[in-house]
Nanobody, 118 residues
Framework: QVRLVESGGGLVQAGGSLRLSCAAS????????LGWYRQAPGKQRELVAT???????NYADSVKGRFTISRDNAKNAVYLQMNSLKPEDTGVYYC????????????WGQGTQVTVSS
């Protein structure tokens, strides 16, 4: 069982920046993918970015060039640096953990609210 706790959300004006953090605890498989997803009110949860234990990254087209995902394997943490924020980035951001060899034990954090005003 892996527990994920997000932090760093808040209210920011369009064009501003925020940095989200996610701390993982428990029995963590070394070979895993960590990711950030977001959900706007009334909409489905969508992929924002993922990063493998080897450092490979993947981004949604809507955030590519503005957001940067990173991880600290020693701290079992994943981060999302969000720059040039837009109102459409508003939503609850969730951290996800998925072991490559045991995806059935994937875990989600509780979410952190990000609100971007115009």
């Amino acid at each position: 069982q892996v527990r994920l706790v997000e932090s760093g959300g808040g209210l920011v004006q369009a064009g501003g920046s925020l940095r989200l953090s996610c701390a993982a605890s428990g029995s963590i498989f070394r070979l895993n993918v960590l990711g950030w997803y977001r959900q706007a009110p009334g909409k489905q949860r969508e992929l924002v970015a993922t990063i493998t234990s080897g450092g490979g990254t993947n981004y949604a087209d809507s955030v590519k060039g503005r957001f940067t995902i990173s991880r600290d394997n020693a701290k079992n943490a994943v981060y999302l640096q969000m720059n040039s924020l837009k109102p459409e980035d508003t939503g609850v951001y969730y951290c996800n953990y998925s072991p490559v060899l045991q995806p059935s034990v994937a875990s989600w954090g509780q979410g952190t609210q990000v609100t971007v005003s115009s």
